[in-house]
């Protein structure tokens, strides 16, 4: 693919560094803009451009196209202004679709929560198996990065990635489906379009669905024709599938069913049950994600990536038979959190330290229909850990699996992560 006017990159993270890298490679002459809303624009040969000047720049003709990151929104009105004018709006993703789709196996793995996971597992698996298979998206290497080096690609996408995906997968797979990522997407009702995007749409690909994605109305509708859908596992595999889970370090049933969903995934890409077995075995749990650690007698979790309250229930529902001190709350999202406070008690949390923003609603809330369990409502991570250290009798387990995202506090729900694990080897080691 090639350009014949400068491009500007909207975002100045890892897939704009793999794009303005591709453009060198490809087109070392081709000029090249970046734009960013906030943080430094560190991305080599690249000329700045301010937010504010887009609108005149988008006028003058500077770019013909424009290279979005993820994280920055689609429904940003300079992107309208743009496309009214005639500047092409495109990806990462979509300029690997363009330059290396052919001839290649593609699979496209999305959902709420679970699809790194589901994603890592595919690719283990088939790489078990013998499949000359790659990894890319959220989790792996950049789209572009990934380039032609396999057979087989596993893309992990988030919705910000589906919303405009305009190259078909061969097996498109969903985990499941629940409110996130309003304030990217608008509304709700536009996360959930967008996510499904990724299956509704015209076209002979295989699809395959999540033990929670399965009875949802809204994704049987996006998969129009159910002679899509790949052949359930087999008795036979499904023990097989269940024994190997019980014996690796996949932690709770949340993540069995991600087992289960890679196996049939990898199944439709010409797996075999051994490839399957190994692959399960082989599985690692991905940083920040139940990412389990033992400091003196205390076990403590870091499931920082856990930015839904139904993160947050499978975390809690991984530890069974403990005494749990919950650290929960983050960046406001407008999700709901009454029913994850009606489970707390039965899932075994004695002790909930709450953060700002949205750890006000879940004290409240928790208050309501849990009055046994202490609450500490903290100004920050650092805080709740300390008060956490005065009641280390009331729990044996801490998990931090907030519910929300980190950016109110936090650069990214690494940070958050890193400093909860290092702040609990200085508390309770």
Known sequence: MRFDAPVLLYGAGREAASTRAFLKATQPELKVFV?????TADIADAEQIAPAELPSAIAERRFGTIVKSPGVSLYKPVFE??????????????????????????????????????ATLTHLILA???????LAGN?????????????????????????????????????????????WHGSVERYYADKLHLVDRDGSFAVALGAAARGNALVAHAVRDHR??????????????EHAASHSRLRGAHNLDNARLAAQ??????????GILQGIAAFRPLPHRLE??????????????????????????????????????GHERQQDYAELATLLAQRGVTTLAT????????????????????????????????QLAQRRSRFDTIILSPGAPSYNQFKNFEERGALFVQRCKELFS
């Open 292 to 329: 389990e650690h033992v400091f003196g007698t205390m076990t403590v979790v870091n499931d920082s990536i856990s930015t839904t309250p139904e993160a947050t229930k499978a975390a809690l529902a991984a530890y069974p038979a403990r005494r749990i001190a919950l650290i929960a709350g």
């Open 81 to 118: 202004t743009a496309r009214n004018a005639g500047v092409a709006i495109t990806s990462n993703l979509n300029l690997w679709g363009a330059t290396y789709r052919h001839g290649r196996t593609v699979i496209a793995i999305t959902g709420t929560k679970g699809k790194s996971t589901t």
């Open 128 to 134: 078990r198996s013998g499949i000359d298979t790659g």
């Open 265 to 274: 995934i990898a199944l439709g890409a010409g797996a075999t049950l051994d």
């Open 228 to 241: 899509r859908l790949l052949r359930d596992l087999t008795p036979e595999e499904e023990r097989a599938i």
């Open 35 to 39: 734009t960013v809303d906030s943080g």
């Open 139 to 183: 989790v792996g290497l950049a789209p572009l990065d990934i380039a032609d080096k396999h057979a087989v690609v596993v893309f992990e996408l988030s919705s910000y990635q589906t919303a405009d995906m305009n190259f078909l997968p061969d097996i498109a797979a969903l985990t499941n489906l629940y409110p996130e990522h309003v304030d």
């Open 355 to 386: 953060l700002p923003v949205t750890g006000a609603r879940l004290a409240a809330a928790c208050r309501e229909v849990a009055p046994d369990i202490e609450i500490i409502e903290a100004p920050d991570l650092d805080a709740a850990l300390t």
